[in-house]
């Protein structure tokens, strides 16, 4: 089971932290993804955190201004999320996959077995 939150209204510019409790799963060993779903826009990967070596995979869109992370020990992923711009607006969904996905597969959704149930952001101009 999957929980995402941390969403919010930010304006341009600010950050907000978003964090997904992973329970059923043990998140060093799993790749642990984030993906968003504008209005009337498809699913699209954000991040990534890859399991067995913590390699990080990121959108161009967001590189340079998302990172993710892990806390073994809570079993949480978070993506901390600045310089954030309205096209960041979307519903963002936090999932879990195998802990040896490529770079490749770590960006599909169909990669991922487990979903939370999402999060909203809103940038706002």
């Known amino acids: 089971q999957l929980q995402a939150s941390g969403g919010g209204l930010v304006q341009v510019g600010g950050s907000l932290r978003l964090s997904c409790a992973v329970s059923?799963?043990?998140?060093?060993?799993?790749?642990t993804g984030w993906f968003r779903q504008a209005p009337g826009k498809e699913r699209e990967f954000v991040a990534a955190m890859r399991g067995s070596d913590r390699s990080t995979f990121y959108s161009r869109s967001v590189k340079g201004r998302f990172t993710i992370s892990r806390d073994n020990a809570k079993n949480t992923a978070d993506v901390q999320m600045n310089s954030l711009e309205p096209e960041d607006t979307a519903v963002y969904y936090c999932?879990?996959?195998?802990?040896?996905?490529?770079?490749?597969?770590?960006?599909?959704?169909?990669?991922?077995?487990?979903w939370g149930q999402g999060t909203l952001v809103t940038v706002s101009s």
């Open positions: 059923g799963r043990t998140i060093s060993n799993s790749t």
């Open positions: 999932a879990v996959g195998s802990g040896r996905l490529i770079q490749s597969s770590a960006t599909m959704p169909s990669s991922y077995n487990y």
